[in-house]
């Protein structure tokens, strides 16, 4: 279980790290992002994007600090459930009603890696709720036992937590290659 432990520490801590040093790369357009999600009043975007920011930050620092990965990944779980239920309550916004043809409000651009372009949608409640597994069983899994780890486990589940790392924060880019404009949404 330790390689399953390392794996989800290396998964989660790069895609905060990526997130993280996105949104420090462009504040102001985390910062409105978080204005177009309409999930908090407009005058709290800019404190929410800090607290985000500061959250994720404790999150890394606490997954790569020994003896604490597991409140760090159990953080980035709770952390991404909420920005699961944000994005839900922002599409929820954003969807047609039989009364009204037109959208209370447009779709917001995902900031979460920087900028893709792509409205948020349910590819990234998907993302989001995967990552939180993720986090969660890392937390919750079996400690290293009295065997120590084998080097080479712990080399193939650090290429194999990166992997998924890079799959995770290259989504938008993936479903914009792929997928038509009609089923990105």
Same mark, same amino acid.
């Given at each position: 279980?330790?390689?399953?432990?390392?794996?989800?520490?290396?998964?989660?801590?790069?895609?905060?790290?990526?997130?993280?040093?996105?949104?420090? %790369?462009?504040?102001?357009?985390?910062?409105?992002?978080?204005?177009?999600?309409?999930?908090?009043?407009?005058?709290?975007?800019?404190? &929410?994007?800090?607290?985000?920011?500061?959250?994720?930050?404790?999150?890394?620092?606490?997954?790569? &600090?020994?003896?604490?990965?597991?409140?760090?990944?159990?953080?980035?779980?709770?952390?991404?459930?909420?920005?699961?239920? *944000?994005?839900?309550?922002?599409?929820?916004?954003?969807?047609?009603?039989?009364?009204?043809?037109?959208?209370?409000?447009?779709? /917001?651009?995902? %900031?979460?890696?920087?900028?893709?372009?792509?409205?948020?949608?349910?590819?990234?409640?998907?993302?989001?709720?995967?990552?939180?597994?993720?986090?969660?069983?890392?937390?919750?899994?079996?400690?290293? *036992?009295?065997?120590?780890?084998?080097?080479?486990?712990?080399?193939? /589940?650090?290429?194999?937590?990166?992997?998924?790392?890079?799959?995770?924060? &290259?989504?938008?880019?993936?479903?914009?290659?792929?997928?038509?404009?009609?089923? %990105?949404?």
């Amino acid at each position: 279980m330790i390689y399953l432990v390392h794996l989800c520490r290396v998964v989660i801590a790069l895609v905060f790290l990526a997130a993280l040093v996105s949104k420090l %790369r462009g504040p102001a357009e985390f910062v409105s992002s978080m204005r177009d999600l309409g999930v908090f009043p407009a005058s709290a975007a800019r404190a &929410t994007g800090i607290t985000i920011v500061s959250a994720e930050f404790a999150a890394i620092v606490l997954i790569l &600090t020994p003896g604490t990965e597991r409140a760090g990944l159990l953080l980035a779980a709770a952390l991404l459930c909420g920005f699961s239920l *944000g994005i839900a309550a922002s599409l929820k916004g954003t969807q047609e009603s039989a009364a009204s043809p037109k959208p209370t409000r447009k779709a /917001a651009v995902c %900031r979460c890696f920087g900028s893709s372009g792509l409205p948020v949608g349910r590819h990234h409640i998907a993302r989001n709720i995967v990552l939180a597994v993720i986090g969660a069983t890392g937390a919750l899994a079996p400690g290293s *036992g009295s065997a120590p780890a084998h080097p080479a486990g712990v080399v193939i /589940a650090l290429f194999a937590g990166a992997l998924l790392a890079f799959f995770a924060i &290259t989504l938008d880019t993936l479903i914009a290659l792929f997928l038509p404009q009609a089923v %990105r949404r």
